[in-house]
């Protein structure tokens, strides 16, 4: 059983370009959360989506944007990086919106940003 | 692997004794929380929960305390094991809500 899938595992980018993430979540989950992970410190919320629509938004500028796709998979882009965005990015699959049943993460895509 | 937490707070413990990591939590709102284990190089795994409703919940191993009077949440960890070693966190959220907030984490080092 294959469980969530992030892909690049790492990726260089130099500043002002954009960048996009995907991810395939855990069979059998339907949503897909996102996270951002600076160094040292816990998953910042990003974003949810669940049926193709973004639910939830945390403290995160509209150069981040996402989307979800009908076999529930998803993609995180980020516009005009700035140096500040090198972090791992974090992908969360669950059952259902909210994080009530608990998350699957996967192992990120560590970004750098140069 | 990459190393996730250069500046988390440290617990360093002797392997087979207990390990008891804390975690204050924000929202009172919150009615579910979790505690997630990541090791170097990987996401976080989902250990253990409780929603707002008890105050103990018991795994293998591992037992989580809640106490909403002062928004606080232990994470026990029995017999610690070299593989216990990691950065734990805690993440609180509301099952009517759609997004779950974690804590700074805690790192845990067992000492053979």
């Known amino acids: 059983d294959a469980g969530v899938t992030q892909s690049p595992t790492h990726l260089i980018k130099t500043r002002g370009q954009q960048v996009t993430l995907r991810c395939s979540p855990k069979?059998?989950?339907?949503?897909v959360s996102w996270y951002q992970q600076a160094l040292g410190q816990g998953p910042q919320f990003i974003f949810q989506?669940?049926?193709?629509?973004?639910?939830q938004r945390g403290n995160f500028p509209d150069r981040f944007s996402g989307h979800q796709f009908p076999n529930y998979s998803s993609e995180l882009n980020v516009n005009a990086l700035l140096l500040g965005d090198s972090a791992l990015y974090l992908c969360?699959?669950?059952?259902?919106?909210?994080?009530?049943?608990?998350?699957?993460f996967g192992s990120g895509t560590r970004l750098t940003v140069v | 692997g990459e190393s996730v937490g250069l500046h988390l707070p440290t617990l360093s413990v002797q392997e087979g004794d207990n390990s008891i990591i804390n975690c204050a939590y924000s929202?009172?709102?919150?009615?579910?929380f979790i505690w997630y284990k990541q090791e170097s190089g990987k996401g976080p795994q989902f250990i253990i929960d409780?929603?707002?409703?008890?105050d103990k919940r018991q795994g293998q191993r591992v037992t989580v305390l809640l106490n909403k009077t002062v928004k606080h949440l232990s994470l026990q960890i029995a017999a610690t094991q070299p593989g216990d070693s990691a950065v734990y966190f805690c993440a609180e959220t509301n099952t009517g809500g759609f997004k779950t907030i974690f804590g700074a984490g805690t790192r845990l080092f067992v000492k053979a």
């Open positions: 929202n009172s709102a919150s009615d579910y």
């Open positions: 069979s059998g989950h339907d949503t």
């Open positions: 409780i929603r707002s409703n008890m």
């Open positions: 969360a699959s669950s059952l259902g919106a909210g994080g009530a049943y608990g998350y699957t």
């Open positions: 989506y669940y049926e193709e629509e973004e639910r």
